[in-house]
């Protein structure tokens, strides 16, 4: 090819416009496309409503059966104090308060303090349990009042 030919071959590629498509077959392909995006929509539409029925029907765990006991009434229980070097539960964790008989020199060696209380003596405390089983605080049920946080 000479350079005029090319330099006259991009002049015509340059100034070439494509027909314009009859209106026929514009409108058969718009449908098409319309037809398309509706299909996908009803079936992510399906998708979803699926999920949701799902998640209606998943079956849940049982629900812990009812005491038949009537729960113990104690009057004046304080707060829990935090176990010490044990972070804290964190908002999504679950915890469960247990009931039970503590050694007052566990609760001296963990670093509280009980006024006038006997070593050798057991006491009635509520213990904050997480998931983990960990104790992540400690209320004394006796009346008697934990001073400090373990430090």
Known sequence: MEPSE???LSRVLREWQA???PPWLEKR??????ARWRARFVAGMAVA???????LWMPRPPA???STAAPAVVADEGPFVPVPNVLPLDSYETGRVLRMDLPVSALIAAGY??????????????????EDGRAHAVRLVSGMALNGTGD
């Open 113 to 130: 303090s009980l006024p006038a209380a006997d070593p050798g003596a057991t006491v009635t405390a509520d213990v904050l349990v997480g």
């Open 29 to 34: 392909v718009i449908a098409r496309r319309d």
């Open 64 to 66: 812990a059966p009812a």
């Open 6 to 8: 090319d330099g006259e």
């Open 49 to 55: 409503a699926g999920l949701a029925a799902a998640a």
């Open 19 to 21: 027909p314009d498509a």
